[in-house]
């Protein structure tokens, strides 16, 4: 079993449509997390961290449910340069901050 | 000014080569990464660096040896080269134990 798992997708959405990525992770020693975003053939970028309580940086907004090891990505509004692949990722301290990545998931956003 | 640099872009080379990718940063962390991103995409650590010593080592074949004169600096030697090590090789640096990394443009690396 991976240590963290994404539905790859692709999801397909119109502009303006709400979409919800999901993700579960394995190991319950995690202790940070975070949703990176990959553009194709360019390097993931940090889009936000996730914190218990829930977080929302504009049209984004991450929960974390520890009980359940389960993360989420609400994007609202979506635009057309909303498309991409969105990592889950989860950062291990026992392992000197390793960050550990889902395969992502794509997201289309059309016109 | 980029934050996490790598260099070479590209590579393409043949089998049983030895070559280098090299990785700068100058944001003052301490912390700096290999990673590797295979044709599915998937993203999995290779080595960490914390203050020039070997924190992390995955199970990666000896033929791929980091070396890190400094914290700013972080470089990959690999030794021959194999057609499975083709994939992007991204280099990463971090300024504490709980954040999260800032990654170089990445190295693409095609083997033939």
């Known amino acids: 079993r991976k240590e963290v798992e994404q539905d790859p997708g692709p999801f397909n959405v119109p502009e303006g449509a709400t979409v919800a990525f999901n993700c579960t992770y394995s190991n319950s020693a995690s202790q940070s997390f975070f949703w990176y975003r990959q553009d194709c053939r360019k390097e993931p970028k940090l889009l936000m961290s996730v914190y218990s309580s829930g977080n929302e940086d504009g049209r984004f907004t991450a929960q974390l449910n520890r009980a359940s090891q389960y993360i989420s990505l609400l994007i609202r509004d979506s635009k057309l340069s909303d498309s991409a692949t969105y990592l889950c990722?989860?950062?291990?301290?026992?392992?000197?901050?390793?960050?550990?990545f889902g395969a992502g998931t794509i997201l289309r956003v059309k016109s | 000014d980029t934050a996490v640099s790598q260099t070479p872009k590209y590579l393409v080379t043949q089998m049983g080569n030895d070559k280098s990718i090299k990785c700068e940063q100058n944001?003052?962390?301490?912390?700096m990464y290999w990673y590797k991103q295979d044709s599915k995409k998937f993203l999995k650590i290779m080595f960490s660096?914390?203050?020039?010593?070997?924190?992390i080592n995955e199970t990666v074949p000896n033929r791929f040896s980091p070396k890190s004169p400094d914290k700013a600096h972080l470089n990959l030697h690999i030794n021959s080269l194999e057609l499975g090590d083709s994939a992007v090789y991204f280099c990463?640096?971090?300024?504490?134990?709980?954040?999260?990394?800032?990654f170089g443009s990445g190295t693409r690396l095609t083997v033939v």
């Open positions: 990463a640096s971090s300024a504490s134990r709980n954040g999260g990394y800032t």
């Open positions: 660096y914390n203050n020039k010593e070997l924190i």
């Open positions: 990722v989860v950062n291990n301290w026992e392992y000197g901050n390793k960050l550990v």
């Open positions: 944001l003052g962390h301490d912390t």
